[in-house]
C-alpha cells in the first residue's frame, strides 16, 4: 500500500492533472501548480521553517541524464506465493488532498488552510541537520539511490526537473528509469496508477532533495503492492535483481502492508512472510542498505480493506 509518510506543499504533480483533466501522459513543462500530498496524520509538532540552505555542490548543469526504459525479464507473479488480499486500491484507506497553488505553502498557511502541516525540503534539510554535512560535499556523490514503486510515474523527468527549479536544487547527476517486467501503460482513469505516480513523484524529489549529488535509479514494478503479498513478489523480485547486477547502493521502499493480512498469519504459518526475504538476505551480503517505511497509522495498521485499522498492534512488512 502506498505510503504517503508526511503532507507536502512542495511537489509539482503532472501526474495528478493529467489524471483530473483526463490528457495525454506525455512529459510537459506545466504551469506551476503545486501539488500538496497527505496522508491519515493529526496535524503533529512544527519542524523549524529555518533559513533557505544551500543544495550543495552544483553536479552537471542543465538537464540530468536520463536513459530509456529497459525491460528485463518478467518476475514470477503472486500466484508463486499462494494467494494474497483481494486487490484494492493502492490509495485506500489513505485520502489525498490535491492542492494547487502558484507556489508552495507554508506551514502556517497549510495549517490555516487544510488543518495539516506541510514541510518542505528546506524544512527538513533543518530538522535532520544536513547543512554541515553539505557543507563538507557529503550529499551522495557517487552512490545511487534505488526508489522502488508499483507502475512509476510518465512524468517523473519533468516532475524532479520542475521541482529542482522551485527549491534551486541541481538536476541529479543521473535520473534512470527500469521497468522490470512488463509495467502496464499509464491509465489517468485508473486511482491505483494514479496514486502510485503521486507516490513516486514524492519519492523521487524527496530523495534526491536530501541527497542531492546522488544518482536516482526509479525502478518500476508492474503489480500494484496493497494488502496481503499481492505486489510484493514483483518488488522483491526486482530489488534482486538490482542487487545481483550491482546497480545500486542504497534501496528506499516507500510502501508497506501489514502483516496480519499475509496468507497463513492468523494461523501461525509465516512461510509467505518468510519467502519474500530472499532480497533483503542477499542486499546484507552485497553491503546494500535497505530502508523501509514506517507507515502512516502509529502503532497500528491496516485491515485487508485497505481503510479499516486493526484495533490493537500491528507490523506493516517490510519495516
Request: hydrophobic share 45%; charged share 15%.
Amino acid at each position: 500500500m502506498v505510503r504517503l509518510a508526511a503532507l507536502t506543499a512542495a511537489l509539482t504533480m503532472p501526474a495528478a492533472g493529467i489524471a483530473a483533466a483526463g490528457i495525454a501522459a506525455a512529459p510537459v513543462t506545466p504551469a506551476p501548480l503545486i501539488s500538496a500530498l497527505t496522508a491519515r496524520l493529526p496535524a503533529g509538532p512544527s519542524l523549524p521553517a529555518g533559513p533557505s540552505l544551500p543544495a550543495g555542490p552544483s553536479t552537471n548543469a542543465g538537464a540530468s541524464t536520463t536513459a530509456e526504459r529497459p525491460v528485463v525479464s518478467t518476475i514470477a507473479g503472486a500466484a508463486a506465493f499462494g494467494g494474497g488480499a483481494a486487490p484494492i486500491p493502492a490509495v485506500a484507506g489513505a485520502p489525498v488532498i490535491r492542492l494547487q497553488v502558484p507556489n508552495p505553502l507554508s506551514t502556517a498557511k497549510c495549517l490555516q488552510t487544510i488543518k495539516l502541516r506541510c514541510y518542505s525540503p528546506v524544512q527538513y534539510r533543518v530538522a535532520y541537520d544536513l547543512n554541515p554535512l553539505y557543507r563538507l560535499n557529503v550529499t551522495g556523490k557517487g552512490r545511487t539511490i534505488v526508489i522502488v514503486d508499483s507502475f512509476g510515474s510518465p512524468t517523473i523527468r519533468n516532475d524532479l526537473s520542475v521541482f529542482d527549479q522551485q527549491w534551486g536544487f541541481p538536476d541529479p547527476p543521473t535520473l534512470n528509469i527500469l521497468s522490470v517486467g512488463k509495467v502496464p501503460t499509464f491509465n489517468p482513469g485508473d486511482a491505483s496508477m494514479v496514486g502510485w505516480a503521486e507516490e513516486t513523484t514524492l519519492d523521487v524529489e524527496y530523495a534526491h532533495a536530501i541527497a542531492p549529488g546522488a544518482n536516482i535509479l526509479l525502478l518500476e514494478t508492474p503489480v500494484a503492492e496493497t494488502e496481503g503479498i499481492t505486489g510484493f513478489p514483483e518488488m522483491m523480485g526486482a530489488e534482486q535483481y538490482v542487487i545481483d547486477h550491482n546497480l545500486g547502493d542504497v534501496i528506499s521502499q516507500s510502501f508497506g502492508a501489514t502483516e496480519n493480512t499475509f496468507p497463513g498469519f492468523a494461523q501461525g504459518d509465516y512461510l509467505k512472510l518468510l519467502s519474500l526475504r530472499g532480497a533483503f538476505a542477499d542486499a546484507a551480503h552485497h553491503h546494500v542498505t535497505v530502508l523501509a517505511a514506517s507507515g502512516d497509522t502509529g502503532a497500528t495498521d491496516d485491515e485487508p480493506d485497505g481503510a479499516t485499522l486493526y484495533p490493537y498492534r500491528a507490523i506493516a512488512w517490510p519495516s
